[in-house]
């Protein structure tokens, strides 16, 4: 929607849940049980009592879809669907006569607590920045040939852990595994070089057949929308293990997301063309039109020791060499069949500023360089008691929309 809207709800000029936005997410407050509920400035519009004083007559909605725990058999209805409820309320915020502001069904978002919004099936993490993989190969491998030979001919992913992702504002200890020192035999022990990975995360919203490959030209129909993605990072873990089958332990323990889901709808007017790609792809990987989105991306860390926080990345999804049409077409092309709630993680997203990098490793380094604090902290890797802070926003012609923010603290090893 790319025309200003007026709403009788108050709305800060700044925030990310405007009326244009109106992402979907499951809350609780105190002696009610989780159900579904849409953001919209600082409140909550829950769902199943918008659905009690007649916002949605005549849409043939069983309400239990919305008292439900999880947004998956709302997602599944359709996005023919979905995208009604969330084009009424539009509507409905923007009439001054509306049952929602006669009967009120908010809820302040102080007064409540967000939960996963999808059970989350099958987890996948791409590889998919080009300026990421270029500075870990320059780091790791050949500065002048930084690129492996398949990566510009497919997007790179693995299947990761669905059972340890967890919602903004779960804190997560950090990890023990097996890492190699440069002298000396494997050991065990705590990781001594925790990471952020700055991602997206897009949810599929309908399911395909075992069999049946979904194309880059109807992907999207299968994208029900993306929350913020921090795909935590042991290091010195990962470092030891990834070969010859790649990560495992160094990434399973926890990654932590938003927990409001931005629809593509919401989205569509910060559609950009994406970076050339050379050489040319095969086919199956060929696309049309905008595939790209241009959302403005930040990664905060808040110390232990002081309330200061420092914004040590600022970078955007618009820099991806590999779109997220092109991620699920290439994902299905063997005929492997995706499920409602299934994520998908974009990989890091880097920019070619090193203030635009979006991890640790390539912020310092690989160490070399640390990162200095606004308390007057260095950081080469992650410290306990840091709280890392990604944050996420479009903005275009005066309309604003965001995706909140996802936190969590690093704890002590158990």
Request: contains cysteine.
């Amino acid at each position: 929607m790319s025309d200003k809207l007026n709403t009788w709800i108050k709305i800060q000029e700044n925030s990310d849940f405007s009326i244009h936005n109106l992402p979907f997410g499951i809350f609780s407050t105190p002696g009610k049980s989780k159900r579904a509920g849409v953001a919209i400035g600082e409140f909550i519009i829950d769902l199943k009592q918008a659905q009690s004083v007649g916002v949605f007559s005549n849409m043939m909605i069983d309400s239990n879809v919305f008292a439900n725990e999880f947004l998956n058999s709302f997602i599944a209805l359709g996005k023919q669907t979905t995208s009604a409820v969330r084009e009424r309320l539009q509507k409905q915020l923007c009439d001054e006569s509306s049952p929602l502001k006669e009967f009120n069904p908010l809820v302040h978002m102080d007064d409540a607590t967000m939960h996963l919004p999808v059970k989350v099936g099958d987890y996948t993490d791409f590889y998919s920045s080009i300026e990421h993989a270029t500075n870990v190969g320059k780091m790791f491998r050949d500065p002048d040939n930084a690129l492996l030979p398949n990566w510009k001919h497919l997007p790179v992913g693995y299947h990761g852990r669905a059972s340890s992702i967890i919602v903004s504002g779960q804190d997560i200890h950090r990890p023990k595994g097996q890492t190699k020192p440069n002298d000396g035999p494997p050991v065990f022990g705590p990781s001594q070089r925790m990471d952020f990975e700055l991602e997206m995360g897009f949810i599929i919203g309908k399911e395909s057949q075992l069999g049946d490959p979904v194309s880059t030209e109807n992907a999207e129909d299968y994208i029900f929308g993306m929350v913020l993605f921090n795909d935590w990072s042991a290091r010195d873990i990962q470092k030891w293990e990834y070969v010859p089958l790649g990560p495992f332990l160094g990434k399973s323990f926890a990654s932590s997301i938003s927990p409001w889901v931005v629809t593509l709808e919401a989205l569509e007017p910060f559609r950009v063309e994406g970076p050339n790609q050379n050489p040319k792809v095969l086919p199956y990987l060929e696309y049309s039109g905008l595939k790209n989105y241009d959302i403005n991306l930040e990664v905060q860390i808040e110390p232990k020791t002081t309330n200061s926080t420092t914004t040590v990345s600022k970078s955007n999804f618009k820099y991806m060499y590999w779109n997220m049409a092109q991620q699920l077409a290439h994902h299905t092309v063997n005929g492997c069949n995706i499920n409602v709630g299934d994520m998908m993680a974009s990989g890091t997203i880097s920019g070619k500023e090193p203030d635009s990098y979006g991890s640790m490793l390539e912020l310092s380094w690989a160490g070399k360089n640390p990162v200095k604090l606004n308390d007057g902290s260095e950081r080469k890797f992650l410290d306990d008691g840091d709280t890392v802070i990604m944050k996420g926003y479009c903005e275009k012609n005066g309309i604003r929309v965001g995706f909140g923010e996802v936190r969590s603290k690093l704890l002590p090893a158990k």
